[in-house]
């Protein structure tokens, strides 16, 4: 089996390469792989559209600007001050 025959027809390679590239850069050589890869498994192509999708998600719900937008209540703000000072007249 020639080079590109065993690229052409490894997915697990190239579900790797899809990770890697997802968190990492790829090397000429390993886009070359997957660009062959890809362009005929329509299995792997849809393993990387749903593979991006879920980091994009993972992204947004870890983003910065979404922890910083999470406030505590008034309410419970308030009620948690009243236990505490509770706590602290008991001693």
């Not at 209540?73 to 948690?80: A, R, S, V």
């Given at each position: 089996?020639?080079?590109?025959?065993?690229?052409?027809?490894?997915?697990?390679?190239?579900?790797?390469?899809?990770?890697?590239?997802?968190?990492?850069?790829?090397?000429?050589?390993?886009?070359?792989?997957?660009?062959?890869?890809?362009?005929?498994?329509?299995?792997?192509?849809?393993?990387?559209?749903?593979?991006?999708?879920?980091?994009?998600?993972?992204?947004?719900?870890?983003?910065?600007?979404?922890?910083?937008?999470?406030?505590?209540?008034?309410?419970y703000k308030k009620?948690?001050?009243?236990?505490?000072?509770?706590?602290?007249?008991?001693?």
């Amino acid at each position: 089996m020639d080079e590109l025959t065993k690229i052409a027809y490894n997915c697990r390679k190239a579900t790797h390469l899809i990770e890697k590239k997802l968190i990492d850069h790829l090397t000429l050589r390993e886009k070359l792989e997957l660009k062959i890869h890809l362009a005929g498994c329509s299995v792997c192509r849809v393993f990387e559209q749903q593979s991006t999708l879920i980091n994009k998600m993972v992204r947004d719900l870890f983003h910065p600007e979404k922890i910083t937008e999470l406030k505590l209540d008034e309410e419970y703000k308030k009620q948690m001050q009243e236990r505490i000072e509770e706590k602290l007249n008991k001693h």
